[in-house]
């Protein structure tokens, strides 16, 4: 088993849609917390207040998304370049291959959301610096921010493997991602609010410090009055999520000849 994760570890880390999606997470992070920033003091609490700044320095939610692609991709890449059969022959049993595949993303999710919280934390306080003015935020809040952005990125990635094991078609499993977390959740989210808050990209997102509703359309979208899970019920949920489609995804697809 340690064997299959080091190679998985080596696929992932020599796969150059690991490092330029890495680069694209940063960039886009960098670009959404710079235009919430600008709307700070208009849809957006004023920047000097603490819920403006927990708002601009937590708009890491498309760079945390982006490891779940990765996730897709790193599962079932193989099976478009149909390198799945050697990885097989090498380990006949596909359900460990899932197993290390899962395991293997987890500190490279992590890497996604700890750079796309760093970068939201470090434009926010660029802009509070700006200003002239204080930060209203302590150091243990905003570093906080940027582990749990970590934690539900990397959440977020293992739950990409299972989709990706689950969906062979990888431009359906990537659009897919994107519709889920952009659409979806936020049509669900919004008609059936008790449910909002167990939804995977909404709870991976809370984790890093975000508002309910905050993670696919902006601040307008968010729901007043109703909580975001407290963390470890949020990982858990993530946990039960990313463990149910393996599960599906080991008894059906993964069975499946490859050809």
Not at 189 to 206: F, K
């Amino acid at each position: 088993m340690t064997r299959t994760i080091r190679a998985e570890l080596a696929k992932l880390a020599t796969l150059r849609m690991t490092y330029g999606m890495l680069v694209a997470a940063a960039g886009v992070t960098a670009l959404f917390t710079s235009l919430q920033a600008r709307r700070s003091g208009n849809r957006v609490p004023p920047i000097s207040t603490m819920a403006g700044l927990s708002t601009v320095t937590t708009a890491h939610a498309i760079g945390m998304m982006l490891a779940a692609v990765l996730g897709v991709i790193a599962a079932n890449g193989e099976f478009r370049h149909n390198s799945a059969t050697l990885t097989y022959l090498a380990t006949p049993n596909r359900s460990k291959v899932l197993l290390a595949k899962i395991v293997a993303i987890l500190p490279f999710g992590a890497l996604y959301g700890i750079v796309a919280g760093t970068v939201s934390t470090g434009v926010g306080l660029a802009f509070v610096v700006g200003r002239g003015d204080e930060v209203t935020l302590s150091s243990a809040a905003l570093t906080g921010h940027i582990f749990g952005a970590a934690v539900g990125a990397a959440a977020l990635a293992a739950i990409g493997v299972a989709v990706g094991s689950l969906v062979r078609s990888q431009i359906a499993a990537v659009i897919g991602v994107f519709i889920w977390c952009l659409v979806i959740e936020s049509v669900v989210g919004a008609n059936v609010t008790s449910v909002r808050p167990y939804l995977p990209y909404t709870a991976s997102t809370t984790l890093g410090g975000a508002k309910l509703g905050a993670a696919a359309f902006g601040p307008q979208f968010q729901i007043s009055g109703q909580s975001p899970l407290p963390f470890i019920a949020a990982l858990l949920v993530l946990v039960a999520i990313g463990a149910v489609v393996a599960a599906v995804a080991a008894r059906t697809v993964v069975r499946a000849d490859i050809q």
